[in-house]
């Protein structure tokens, strides 16, 4: 991994007709890493990959790709592979063909092709497949058809469009781990786009999280977890509360206000808690139990306070809260996430 | 009670579908010398007759030339209507597919008189020629509207993924969305095909002195011979069209794009 840039936005303006969804985007990505673009829909994450594919011209701003630029290069001719959200496979090719379709726009020799697909077809584990059609194949294997078809013609860049968003559960986490793996074996840079923080946790060596167009934090995982830079980012990564802090009161959106349970530094501008954070049972604060949810380890509890709801989570071998109850609660600042001015 | 009516409707449907046909079968193989029904006798003779008419046969040559080669046309310029109109948000595509489809309402005698007078006689185009001009048209809609019913189901990232893989747009074209929309575009080949096949009002226009399509050439034919070769000759026809249209159902399933 060298330190350089291997792939730069610089400036980057996009957009469709006319109205721009990315604006002056700076992000500079380097060989082998795995960056995973995270934010809620419309936030522009994917059209910035498909910038970077060349699928959109870019108002303004420039790509470099291992030093060169890339700006006005046709798409097909940038050789980076892109795996769809809805896999994209050629409902009318084989498996087979389907891997082979770029070797042949390459003109590869026969032997190598067959050869090359077949390692393609075996590290993906569809040994066996090669001669069935995407439709005679479950969402996982056709996953993993439209990932070897990416990675066979060794592209340069794998960018990935929140392709695990189709698979339920259970396969989500196993081929998380598969293509992990995988780029560790092909150590291939991978720009991974998804709207799923935990995803994006687990597969990413930085995260860029993206609202309204614009990069709101990046970071690795770490960092974006425990210490948020903005209120959005904090919401965003499971930090369900998120309060503003003036003049020694804890604000909420609604104007309602509490004071500080504890005094902070001056420049904290919000205060984040998790709901295992939440004091229950003691403090300064009270509310009204609204529900609660058992989750196996632990229970959930929705609690309307002046700040309005607020979100708690304690041991399930604790002594339960009923709902309608009025329990009395904390939010010490020590175990809150201070996001500064 | 009501399921007896309802099959006693159904039946009377069916005949009234059929019945016409089932008679004009049963007056071809009459053996008399004048259109009739009942028939006078039982013969083969009048469909063999058939194959002796000289206008028939030149006419049959010319519909059928004429009915390939409008419908071929009438693909080549549809295909990339239906395609524009199924990719791009065009501004007035929805008013250009309302367009398209206008012949389809349009009663076709409306656009065979249309035809001749704005566009055959100031361009002085010759039989042949015009017929093609006036078959085209009235198949494009046709093209179109079949063409974009398969469009319909298949995704459009198949192009940018063959893009990617470093195909151009035009190979992306012919080697993801052609291969996909082929019986798409048998169906409408088909459809067309029998269309102009079939076609009378637009086709009466147009045609002349000596050259003509086989159903204007088989109602000329009437106006002066009244014998059973035309009842003979129309359920030939009639078997024909009907082996096309059973063929690409059971091939293609032709009722899904219609």
Known sequence: ?341 | MSSRMGGLMLALVFLFLIGPFLIIIAAGMSAGETLAFPPQGLSLRWFWAVFEVESFRASFVLSIVLAVGATLLALVLGVPVAYALARYPLPGGEAMRTLLTSPVIVPAIIVGLALLRYVVIPLDLGIVPALFVAHTALLVPYAVRVVSASLANLRSDIEEAAVLLGANRVQAFFLTVLPNIRNGILAAFILGFVTSFNQVPVSLFLTGPGVSTLPIQMLWYMEFTYDPSIAALSALLALMSMAIVLLAERFLGLSRYV
């Open chain 1, 1 to 341: 991994m060298s330190d350089a840039a291997f792939l730069d936005l610089a400036g980057m303006t996009l957009g469709y007709d006319g109205k721009a969804a990315v604006e002056s985007l700076d992000l500079a990505i380097k060989e082998g890493e795995l960056v995973a673009l995270l934010g809620p829909s419309g936030c522009g994450k994917t059209t910035t990959m498909r910038a970077i594919a060349g699928l959109l011209q870019p108002m303004g701003g420039r790509i470099t790709l291992g030093g060169r630029d890339i700006t006005s290069l046709p798409a097909n001719r940038r050789n980076i592979g892109l795996v769809f959200q809805s896999y994209a496979l050629f409902p009318h090719l084989s498996v087979f063909e389907n891997v082979a379709f770029g070797l042949r726009r390459q003109r590869t020799p026969k032997d190598e092709l067959e050869r090359r697909v077949a390692g393609a077809v075996a590290m993906v584990g569809l040994t066996g497949f090669e001669r069935r059609l995407p439709k005679e194949l479950s969402g996982g294997q056709q996953q993993r058809v439209a990932l070897a078809r990416a990675v066979v013609v060794r592209p340069r860049l794998l960018l990935l469009d929140e392709p695990l968003s189709n698979l339920d559960a259970r396969l989500r986490l196993e081929m998380r781990t598969e293509l992990r793996r995988l780029q560790r074996e092909l150590g291939i840079t991978m720009v991974y786009v998804t709207h799923d923080q935990e995803e994006a946790l687990a597969l990413a060596d930085r995260i860029v999280v993206m609202r309204d167009g614009k990069i709101e934090q990046m970071g690795p995982p770490e960092a974006i977890y425990e210490t948020p830079a903005t209120d959005f980012v904090a919401r965003f990564v499971g930090f369900e509360n998120v309060f503003e802090v003036r003049d020694g009161q804890l604000r909420a959106g609604n104007g309602a206000a509490l004071p500080l349970q504890a005094p902070v530094d001056g420049d904290t501008a919000w205060l984040a808690w998790r709901p295992h954070a939440v004091e229950l049972g003691q403090g300064p604060y009270e509310g009204r139990v609204r529900g609660t949810s058992y989750l196996g380890q632990s229970v959930e509890y929705l609690i309307e306070s002046a700040l309005g709801p607020i979100k708690a989570e304690a041991p399930a071998a604790l002594p339960r809260h009923e709902a309608g109850r009025t329990v009395a609660f904390g939010l010490p600042p020590a175990a809150a996430a201070a996001i500064t001015r």
